[in-house]
């Protein structure tokens, strides 16, 4: 275990100590303010990799100009630490001015699989998250790079991108960790009040409802949506942005399921946005 990881930030820095790393290589990608669901990758990649590299950068392009990216939680001393247990050899911490330096004016961009769901709430979200994630890859140059079930679309678009790009990195994709009362971890559960955590489970609930009815026979893809609209508009401090039933690699929206199936929703509860999903298999 390294006992002494200090956040590397410029590229030339980076190169130096990447060099170092004994491989194959695992990355985990991150915007810090780390839970245990970013740990789980980074556990994940200490298992199956010789060196583990995290980079924590909240990434400005992936954010559009009403979002949160100025409210986004930071804390890098404790993420630091964190990463120290879970056994992490390098920490890479680039700043914007290292990722977008002056004139920069070259984007990668994924099509047809970034234009629903998130993509159709987010526009140039996803544009931000391919651009931001090659040039991770380019700089850290693992052999694997580790990502969350919890954004499925961000999952399927890494994996078509490094599939349509030919990038020399295998992609792999963990389960989704949960709070005890199901609701998924993420760096944003830290908006809500008491009330709104609470009224937040409301996302795993109406998720696990319909996977009831899916695994009790249910087929037909709009009952499935219905059940979670139905329970999510039950709960008065949350309203429903968009529930899918779609197909897995795909995303698009299904009348059947009958392969692996994406059932995914987004919520607002007060001012925080809130996603989730299960696949049904
Ligand atoms: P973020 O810092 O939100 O960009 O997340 C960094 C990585 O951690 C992404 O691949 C996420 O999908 C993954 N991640 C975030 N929350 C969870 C969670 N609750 N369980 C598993 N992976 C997660």
Redesign the pocket.
Known sequence: MNNSLLPVTSLDDLRIARAALDEPVGF???????????L??VERARRECASVVVSIFVNPTQFAPTDDLDAYPRDLERDTRLLEEAGADLLWTPTPEVMYPPGFQTWVEVETLTRPLEGARRPGHFRGVTTVVTKLFNGVQPQRA??????AQ??AVIRRMVRDLNMPVEIVV?????ERDGL????RNTYLDPDERQAATVLYRSLSAAKSAYEEGERNADTLRGIVAEIVNAEPLAKLQYVSCADYDTLEELKTVTGKTLLSMAVHIGTTRLIDNFVLE
């Not at 580790?146 to 954004?151: H, P, R, S, V």
């Not at 963990?174 to 949960?178: L, M, Q």
């Open positions: 985990v990608p991150t915007m810090g303010y780390l839970h245990a669901g970013h789980s990758l580790y990502f969350g079930q919890k954004d961000q999952a963990c389960p989704i960790v949960r998924a971890m993420s760096s």
